[in-house]
């Protein structure tokens, strides 16, 4: 059974950091690319960021480029999203899924097959 346990949601002052925690189990880690998303509840999922670890391409948003990076760990079969410089408008549910197959480049699309429950960032000003 394929699971995405997200992780490291919090309340933080703006200007702050935060590190996300996807933790993957029941799928081999590089048949899959990961991406992050967010939603904020009443407006559209946003796509964040996505990383293929098999060349280890990445891709992000425009408004985060800069501001997070996205990595991984094959070894613990976890992604994260490092996030620095945060601001308020970086308030959201953060979410991570998984879709399967070949993405160099990824992308943070509608097609992903597996998501997790999501952990919420708040970042006050």
């Known amino acids: 059974e394929v699971q995405l346990v997200e992780s490291g949601g919090d309340l933080v002052q703006a200007g702050g950091s935060l590190r996300l925690a996807c933790a993957a189990s029941?799928?081999?880690?590089?048949?899959?690319?990961i991406g992050w998303f967010r939603q904020v509840a009443g407006k559209e999922r946003e796509g964040v960021s996505c990383?293929?670890?098999?060349?280890?391409?990445?891709n992000y948003a425009a408004s985060v480029k800069g501001r997070f990076t996205i990595s991984s760990d094959s070894a613990k079969n976890t992604v994260y999203l490092q996030m620095n410089s945060l601001k308020p408008e970086d308030t959201a549910v953060y979410y991570c899924?998984?879709?399967?197959?070949?993405?160099?480049?990824?992308?943070?699309?509608?097609?992903?097959?597996?998501w997790g429950q999501g952990t919420q960032v708040t970042v006050s000003s």
């Open positions: 029941g799928f081999t880690f590089d048949d899959y690319a």
């Open positions: 899924a998984a879709i399967r197959g070949w993405h160099s480049p990824c992308e943070v699309n509608d097609e992903y097959e597996y």
């Open positions: 990383i293929w670890r098999p060349d280890g391409n990445t």
